[in-house]
């Protein structure tokens, strides 16, 4: 088939490079988001799916929406006769929707219907989920509604981050894509409307939400740091300092050579660790990032900062 391929970030590339390889189909075009400021120094970078179409000569446009009148055009002057989705980060007007013969198809990081949205990976961990995985959807007017063609699971590890996952979900997505992709061409594949029963949303998460409460148990702490880490990324604050915190681990026999309980958002400094207290067990922290500053180990942040007995907040 003829593909037009929707994608924006690092997760969406293995399944574009899928199709570019893929014998069976043509990738002739590929939509991203404008390009946009990054870094420190601030520049101006292509997204990581424009990039590596660049790289492979397909031609790439950048509508800031897809509804511009250009972006039609060249939409239709491509002629797809499917336009795979990943990640995409815009809205498909409904007057499209049917512009390919077998429409948009979506993969979605969550086995639908179960969070819906723009932050799946990072909602199944911090629900404390055991399983997640990927679905192809055909897009239609309500947001992830559409009949589900297939779907790969995944179990969620005790360590996973939202970054661990995600990378393992677009590599076996990036096949379920690729399988779907040929199901439809070989008019083999019929969607299946999702269940009415098992739905929640997955809203995108902001910075506000990434806030540290040190006064919820150690497991959901736990869950929360690795569901923001590496993005938006886990804080807390420190007097004016926010502080960004990489994955803790509950501990849950306490501080080792310190007797009685620890008060929560309290830190404790020993010769080889961080402590910090929840409304449970204390967790242990692996590095802090201070404003302006690289990440660092917690306990070498700690002599530097001299924060024994300090509060979290």
Same mark, same amino acid.
């Given at each position: 088939?003829?593909?037009? &391929? ?29 390009? %946009? ?10 997204? $990581? ?6 790289? %492979? ?11 511009? $009148? ?9 002629? $797809? ?53 990927? =679905? ?12 589900? &063609? ?14 661990? *996952? ?5 590599? =076996? ?69 926010? *502080? ?7 501990? $849950? ?13 309290? /830190?404790?400094?020993? @010769? ?6 929840? =409304?449970?067990?204390? /967790? ?8 302006? @500053?690289?990440?660092?180990? =917690? ?15």
């Amino acid at each position: 088939m003829r593909l037009v &391929f929707a994608g924006t970030p690092e997760p969406a590339v293995p399944a574009l490079q899928r199709l570019i390889d893929s014998e069976h189909h043509e990738v002739v075009g590929v939509i991203t988001r404008p390009d %946009a400021a990054s870094g420190r120094g601030r520049k101006v970078h292509r997204s $990581p799916v424009g990039e590596l179409a660049d790289a %492979a000569g397909i031609p790439v446009i950048t509508p800031a929406k897809l509804a511009e $009148p250009d972006a039609v055009a060249q939409l239709r002057e491509w002629a $797809p006769d499917c336009c795979p989705v990943v990640a995409y980060g815009g809205l498909v007007p409904a007057d499209l929707l049917d512009l390919p013969e077998h429409g948009w198809v979506n993969l979605h990081f969550s086995l639908l219907p179960a969070w819906r949205g723009a932050a799946p990976v990072q909602a199944a961990i911090e629900a404390g989920d055991e399983m997640t995985g990927a =679905a192809t959807f055909r897009i239609e007017k309500g947001l992830d509604t559409g009949p589900v &063609f297939g779907v790969v699971t995944e179990p969620i590890r005790p360590q996973d981050t939202s970054g661990d *996952l995600l990378e393992r979900l677009a590599d =076996a997505g990036s096949m379920l894509l690729e399988k779907t992709m040929d199901g439809l061409a070989a008019g083999e594949l019929q969607a299946v409307p999702q269940s009415a029963d098992g739905v929640s949303t997955a809203p995108k998460v902001d910075v506000a939400h990434a806030q540290i409460d040190w006064a919820r148990p150690a497991f959901i702490i736990d869950r929360k740091v690795r569901a923001m880490t590496p993005a938006p990324g886990a804080w807390t604050t420190l007097g004016d300092d926010r *502080l960004k915190l990489g994955p803790v681990t509950p501990m $849950p026999d306490g501080v080792p050579g310190h007797d009685g309980p620890v008060p929560a958002g309290a /830190v404790v400094v020993t @010769k080889k660790a961080v402590f910090v207290g929840t =409304a449970t067990d204390v /967790v242990r922290l692996s590095t802090v990032q201070a404003p302006g @500053k690289k990440a660092m180990a =917690a306990a070498d942040w700690a002599r530097g900062a001299r924060v024994d007995g300090e509060v979290l907040r």
